[in-house]
């Protein structure tokens, strides 16, 4: 889930950007950044690691296909938890919770 969030944030960060033009070394040092802040020191950042945003297709044939994709499997998970529940969804899934990262999402 991290990884998809990470490559969503990475989308995020060069869309804007299409208004001009990003150079491959600047998508490169923005990969970098976003994998470091998402991951933290859960993994070893490698020489190399920072053109690995190009072996990845969606981010140029379909952008913000992990989006979508997260939307699906968050509506489906819901909708799976609302079908088992005795009494409707648990409170903690419909209070509101807007945390600033994905990593305070335990929180909610």
């Known amino acids: 889930m991290v990884r998809q969030i990470a490559f969503y944030?990475?989308?995020r960060a060069v869309t804007p950007a299409q208004n001009?033009?990003?150079t491959a070394e600047r998508d490169c040092e923005i990969w970098l950044s976003v994998?470091?802040?998402s991951w933290g020191p859960a993994i070893?950042?490698?020489p190399g690691y920072e053109t690995?945003?190009?072996?990845i297709p969606h981010f140029i044939h379909s952008p913000?296909?992990?989006y979508a994709t997260l939307r699906r499997l968050l509506v489906n998970s819901l909708?799976?938890?609302y079908e088992n529940a005795s009494e409707g969804l648990p409170s903690a899934l419909i209070s509101p919770c807007s945390p600033p990262r994905?990593?305070?999402l335990s929180n909610c």
């Open 9 to 11: 944030s990475f989308e």
């Open 20 to 22: 001009g033009e990003l």
């Open 35 to 37: 994998q470091s802040e």
């Open 44 to 46: 070893e950042i490698k």
């Open 52 to 55: 690995y945003w190009m072996y």
């Open 64 to 66: 913000f296909y992990v």
């Open 79 to 81: 909708y799976a938890v």
């Open 102 to 104: 994905h990593q305070a």
